[in-house]
C-alpha cells in the first residue's frame, strides 16, 4: 500500500533482459534500508527487491508489467519516482494506491495558471479504464485529484513545487507516457456499473 507522495528519486544503472522479464539495478539515497523481497513503486508501478549490492539494488519487471507501463521506456541513467510501502502506523498524506498501473497517457496540454500548472492527459478508453471528476489519480506515481474528466482525457491540476517537480519530465507530445494509476475504487464501481448495464 501506498500513498503517491514521492519519497524521492532512483537512478536506473543497468538493465538486463531474461526471456521476457526485464531486470532494472537502481540506485538511490536509501539503498541502505532497503530490504529483499520488500515492495517498493517505481512510477507508481509496485515491484520487489530481489537483489542488494551495496548503494544498488533490483527489481524485476514482468511482460504485463512492461506493457502497461512506461517502465520498458527507461534508459541507463534515467530516474523514476520511487515511494516505499507505507507502515501501519503511519500518516495517508496521499491517496490510497496499490502500486497497480493501468495503462498509459499522453500529455497534451500544460497550463501555466500563475500559481498552479493544469496537465491534460489523453489516454486509450479502449480498454475499459475511467477517470472520475475529484477522484483521484496517479502520474508517475505521484498522488493527484482529477479536476476534469471525459471520456479519453482527464486533467489534473498541480498546485505545489515538489508535485511539479514529480511530473516534470512528462512534456507535451513526447514519446514518453505517464503511467496511470486510478484508484481502484473507482475501476470497481465502474466494472459494476458496465456490467449490470446501469
Not at 520487489?48 to 520498458?72: F, M, R, S
Request: with cysteine.
Amino acid at each position: 500500500m501506498f500513498t503517491g507522495i514521492i519519497e524521492g528519486l532512483s537512478k536506473l544503472e543497468a538493465i538486463e533482459k531474461e526471456n521476457s522479464n526485464v531486470h532494472f539495478t537502481f540506485s538511490c539515497a536509501f539503498t541502505h534500508e532497503l530490504k529483499i523481497d520488500q515492495s517498493v513503486a517505481h512510477n507508481g508501478v509496485c515491484l520487489t527487491v530481489i537483489k542488494i549490492n551495496g548503494h544498488q539494488y533490483t527489481v524485476t519487471a514482468i511482460d504485463e508489467t512492461l506493457q502497461k507501463t512506461n517502465l520498458g521506456n527507461l534508459k541507463v541513467g534515467d530516474e523514476v519516482n520511487i515511494e516505499r510501502c507505507m507502515s501501519a502506523n503511519g500518516r495517508f498524506d496521499g491517496h490510497i494506491v496499490q502500486g497497480h498501473v493501468d495503462q498509459t497517457g499522453i500529455v497534451t496540454s500544460i497550463i501555466d495558471n500563475k500559481g498552479s500548472w493544469t496537465y491534460t492527459i489523453e489516454y486509450n478508453n479502449k480498454l475499459g479504464n475511467v477517470t472520475v471528476e475529484k477522484g483521484s489519480i496517479t502520474l508517475n506515481g505521484t498522488s493527484l485529484t482529477v479536476v476534469d474528466s471525459k471520456d479519453d482525457a482527464f486533467s489534473v491540476c498541480i498546485t505545489s513545487t515538489d508535485e511539479l517537480a514529480d511530473v516534470a519530465e512528462l512534456f507535451v507530445a513526447e514519446p514518453e507516457r505517464a503511467a496511470l494509476g486510478a484508484v481502484e475504487l473507482c475501476l470497481y464501481s465502474a466494472s459494476l456499473y458496465n456490467t449490470l448495464g446501469w
